[in-house]
């Protein structure tokens, strides 16, 4: 069947070989590793007011980039975009953190290669793949880094759902996937979204020790560990407790009944753990030296936090410590 005669017209009517097209680009998806592929019209978007409600209520903290208006409107970033296709990476390892107060906890996220390089050489690859499929086909792929909404377009797609952790869940892994997608000019069938499955659990609100969850699906930056140890420039952070993380934090994914049963290891080998991330202690990275920082961290989603940002979170943590340390020493005389 000659793809190029019908795919490229300006119907949204959903023909068999947009059905073809669509069968293709989710067996290639496969074929590149990716663990969940789905696809979503972006024809009938109409952007929906909870961005700006978050954003409204200061929720992103000093992440200004988060106002870019593409982000609340597809449109803008492609015009001519009519489909998007979703994926999703598990990056699971059995690895576990070390629970002594003196180990400083790495987020799951950033044991291995940097994501962002293992998402966008798959999502290349289906990209090059599908506009190589005929005359006229464009394409685009992003992944955490572009102003897209991930999660908002993988639970259209059908990959999972938001939940009140505002992580989105997969049923077959869990909320350890990276999501990316390809935006293209092509009308394709879209999957059905996903419906949410939290019910009643409040688990990772009650588990967050900072509050940063006030209400379900709202995670307030200003209150968020990962938002403080990745983001926050600022050279003092505020009086709150860290609980030994330095880079990220897990615990509102660690609580979730839906991880606990549902996570399984990945067979990506780029996302096996680098055995120096998994338990470094607080006063090592308090003294990292940037020397040392460059030869243990190329290649990985840490670069995100520079050194004096990872130094400054060690410290951070080791305050805690000591000052808790003191109050428990009261007590005993
Ligand atoms: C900004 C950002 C952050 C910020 C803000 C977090 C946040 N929740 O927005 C910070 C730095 C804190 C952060 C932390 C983390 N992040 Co982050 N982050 C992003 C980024 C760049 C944008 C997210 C966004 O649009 N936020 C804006 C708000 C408005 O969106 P929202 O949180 O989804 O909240 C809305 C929905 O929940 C929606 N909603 C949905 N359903 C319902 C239902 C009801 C009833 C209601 C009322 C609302 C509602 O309403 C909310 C707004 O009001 C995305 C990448 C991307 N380009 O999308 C990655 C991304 C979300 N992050 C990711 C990850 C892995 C993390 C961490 C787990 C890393 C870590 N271990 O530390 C933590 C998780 C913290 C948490 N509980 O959210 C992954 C998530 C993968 C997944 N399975 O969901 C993403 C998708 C990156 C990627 N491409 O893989 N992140
Ligand atoms: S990442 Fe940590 S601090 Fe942020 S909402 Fe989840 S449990 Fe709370
Ligand atoms: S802990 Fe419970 S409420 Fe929170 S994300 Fe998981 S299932 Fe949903």
């Given amino acids: 069947m000659d793809i190029r005669k019908t795919v490229t017209g300006e119907s949204p009517?959903?023909?068999?070989?947009?059905?073809?097209?669509?069968?293709?680009?989710?067996?290639?998806?496969?074929?590149?590793?990716?663990?969940?592929?789905?696809?979503?019209?972006?024809?009938?978007?109409?952007?929906?007011?909870?961005?700006?409600?978050?954003?409204?209520?200061?929720?992103?903290?000093?992440?200004?980039?988060?106002?870019?208006?593409?982000?609340?409107?597809i449109h803008q970033l492609m015009?001519?975009?009519?489909s998007l296709i979703c994926v999703a990476l598990n990056y699971y390892t059995p690895a576990q953190h070390r629970s002594e107060k003196a180990y400083a906890k790495i987020?799951?996220?950033?044991?291995?290669?940097?994501?962002?390089?293992?998402?966008?050489?798959?999502?290349?690859?289906?990209?090059?793949?599908?506009?190589?499929?005929?005359?006229?086909?464009?394409a685009r792929y992003y992944a955490d880094t572009g102003p897209v909404q991930d999660k908002v377009w993988a639970e259209r797609a059908g990959l999972g759902w938001?939940?009140?952790?505002?992580?989105?869940?997969?049923?077959?892994?869990?909320?350890?996937?990276?999501?990316?997608?390809?935006?293209?000019?092509?009308?394709?069938?879209?999957d059905r979204p996903h419906t949410n499955h939290c019910g009643?659990?409040?688990?990772?609100?009650?588990?967050?020790?900072?509050?940063?969850i006030p209400q379900?699906?709202?995670?307030?930056?200003?209150?968020?560990?990962a938002y403080h140890?990745?983001?926050?420039?600022?050279?003092?952070?505020?009086?709150?407790?860290?609980?030994?993380?330095?880079?990220?934090?897990?615990?509102?994914?660690?609580?979730?009944?839906?991880?606990?049963?549902?996570?399984?290891?990945?067979?990506?080998?780029d996302f096996q753990p680098h055995p120096w991330n998994l338990a470094p202690t607080l006063s090592e990275l308090v003294t990292l030296t940037d020397a040392e920082y460059e030869r243990r961290f190329t290649g990985s989603a840490l670069r995100r936090i520079k050194p004096w940002m990872l130094r400054r979170n060690a410290h951070h943590n080791l305050r805690f410590n000591l000052s808790s340390n003191r109050m428990m020493n009261q007590r005993h005389y």
């Fill in 216 to 225: 379900p699906y709202q995670v307030d930056a200003n209150r968020c560990i």
């Fill in 79 to 82: 015009p001519e975009a009519k």
């Fill in 13 to 73: 009517i959903t023909t068999d070989v947009g059905e073809v097209l669509a069968q293709q680009i989710k067996q290639k998806a496969k074929n590149l590793g990716f663990h969940k592929v789905g696809i979503t019209a972006v024809a009938d978007w109409a952007p929906d007011n909870r961005l700006q409600r978050w954003l409204a209520a200061g929720y992103h903290a000093d992440m200004t980039w988060m106002e870019n208006s593409k982000r609340q409107d």
């Fill in 200 to 212: 009643t659990c409040t688990r990772c609100l009650d588990a967050c020790p900072t509050g940063a």
């Fill in 229 to 269: 140890t990745i983001e926050n420039r600022a050279a003092a952070l505020p009086n709150l407790n860290f609980h030994g993380w330095v880079a990220g934090c897990d615990l509102c994914q660690e609580v979730c009944p839906w991880n606990q049963r549902f996570a399984q290891p990945t067979d990506i080998a």
């Fill in 107 to 138: 987020s799951r996220y950033a044991w291995g290669r940097d994501y962002h390089r293992v998402l966008h050489k798959r999502l290349k690859a289906l990209t090059t793949w599908l506009v190589a499929q005929g005359e006229g086909i464009e």
């Fill in 162 to 190: 938001i939940a009140k952790n505002s992580n989105l869940i997969t049923r077959e892994y869990g909320s350890w996937v990276f999501l990316g997608e390809v935006l293209t000019n092509q009308w394709l069938p879209s």
